[in-house]
Structure formats: C-alpha cells, structure tokens
C-alpha cells in the first residue's frame, strides 16, 4: 500500500495526496481452496473473474481496474481498491475511505464519512468471500478490518453521520487496533443479510473506537437501513433489495 500511494509518474502527485485514509480487509477461510496463479494467463483469468464476482456486491466499489500485477502466488491490483488474491482463498482488498477537511474549521479535525465506511465493508466483506469460494474454500472465513491514514497526519478525525445534520462526535485518532470476527463462508455468499451481519460486528467494533455507540445504517439483524442513505449513496447501491 505505502508504495502504491507514494510513488509518483510522470511528474504527477503520488495517489496519497488525493487518498489519505483507507479501510483495509483481511481474510482467511480455515479450510484452504486451491486455485492456480502461476502463470500470466492464470492471473488473467482469476482477475477477470474476481471482476465479475465483484459486480454481485451491495456495491460495485470492490471492483478491481486493470492492469493484472505479478505476485507469488497471487494476483495483484491497484487502484480503487487495490489489493491481492491469494491462490488459497485468502485476500486482501482495501478501499478508500471518504476522509477530508472541514469547510468550517479547515485547520481542525478531518472529518470521515460513518456511512460510506458502513457500506463499503459489506462490500469487502462480499467480495473477500467470493473469492475464498471461488478457490474451493470452506468452513469459517476469519476477517480482520482495519483504519489507515498514510499521509503522515496526526490530525484527529470526526465521523460525519449526515451532512444535514452534523453530529458534534469526538475528535480522536484512527483505531490503532484492527477489529476481528469469524462468519460462515457459505453463509455469507449465499445470503447478503449474513454478509451485513459480519460487516455490521466489524464496524462496530472500529466505530467504538471512535466514539460512535452504533452503525448507522447496518444492523445487527443482516438490515441495510435505506431511507438513512442520502440520493449518491442510494444511487451506488445496486446489489441491494429492502
């Protein structure tokens, strides 16, 4: 990630400058698959069709772009998101988070959208079980979610819940501590609502951290709550039906 989001071409600012803050997702299933990532044309393949898995999300935001990268034993991508899939099933993905200054108080905290991050793990969480079944894996899939800044700030962030009516939250640093949950691999590809449920236990946990009692939009029950998401958010969620 840090040499994606430093490194500069042909004179052009490094990705971190426009992406400071991202969301990162781990995952394992504890019953390894096998798929074969050993060749260009292997890699080719296992992209492409992570590509397609990718689209049957909440979201289309874990949709990798081109160009396929060589990796040991796995594919590899940049960009919005970047990340690696490995030939066991595991992978990591990470995606931006919508973290900025505030118009108000440009030299306080940033601010980071609580509902855009609610969103994007049932994303991750989606994607990052399509591919563990997509190499053969079974049993429980292990997840670990985690909060990045890589610009080098120490400012402290805000969570904004909505823009017509900002919520006064603490001002505190990232999580230095990633959150951690176990689901059921089948079960969450087979059915959206577990996927919410083990996207809902993860940002819970990193909300806390932040000084918010609950998500805003995700429920423990497996409920996206729509009527909570603004015109953009709504337009965005194209995997989804209340």
């Known amino acids: 990630m840090?040499?994606?989001?430093?490194?500069?071409?042909?004179?052009?600012?490094?990705?971190?400058?426009?992406?400071?803050?991202?969301?990162?997702?781990?995952?394992?299933?504890?019953?390894?698959?096998t798929y074969s990532l050993t060749t260009q044309a292997d890699r080719n393949a296992a992209f492409n069709r992570f590509q397609d898995l990718a689209c049957h999300g909440v979201t289309l935001r874990a949709r990798p772009q081109h160009p396929v990268l060589v990796g040991r034993r796995q594919v590899r991508f940049e960009g919005l998101p970047t990340g690696q899939l490995h030939q066991d099933g595991s992978s990591y993905t990470a995606q931006t988070i919508n973290l900025h200054s505030d118009q108000r108080d440009p030299d306080g905290p940033n601010l980071m959208s609580q509902r855009t991050l609610e969103l994007d793990l049932v994303t991750l969480v989606q994607a990052a079980a399509a591919w563990a079944a997509e190499t053969g894996a079974a049993g429980d899939l292990m997840l670990s979610a985690a909060l990045h800044r890589y610009d080098g700030s120490d400012k402290l962030v805000r969570l904004v819940v909505t823009e017509s009516a900002f919520q006064r939250s603490p001002a505190l640093p990232l999580p230095a501590?990633?959150?951690?949950?176990?689901?059921?691999?089948?079960?969450?590809?087979?059915?959206?609502?577990?996927?919410?449920?083990?996207?809902?236990?993860?940002?819970?946990?990193?909300?806390?951290?932040?000084?918010?009692?609950?998500?805003?939009?995700?429920?423990?029950?497996?409920?996206?709550?729509?009527?909570?998401?603004?015109?953009?958010?709504?337009?965005?969620?194209?995997?989804?039906?209340?």
């Open 2 to 33: 840090s040499d994606y989001l430093n490194r500069t071409v042909d004179g052009d600012n490094a990705p971190v400058t426009y992406y400071p803050g991202w969301v990162t997702l781990a995952a394992v299933p504890s019953v390894r698959g």
């Open 177 to 242: 501590a990633p959150a951690e949950t176990t689901g059921d691999l089948t079960a969450i590809v087979t059915d959206k609502r577990e996927a919410v449920v083990v996207a809902c236990a993860l940002v819970s946990d990193l909300l806390a951290d932040m000084g918010a009692h609950q998500p805003h939009i995700l429920t423990p029950e497996g409920n996206i709550l729509t009527d909570r998401l603004n015109d953009g958010l709504r337009h965005e969620l194209t995997g989804w039906e209340s």
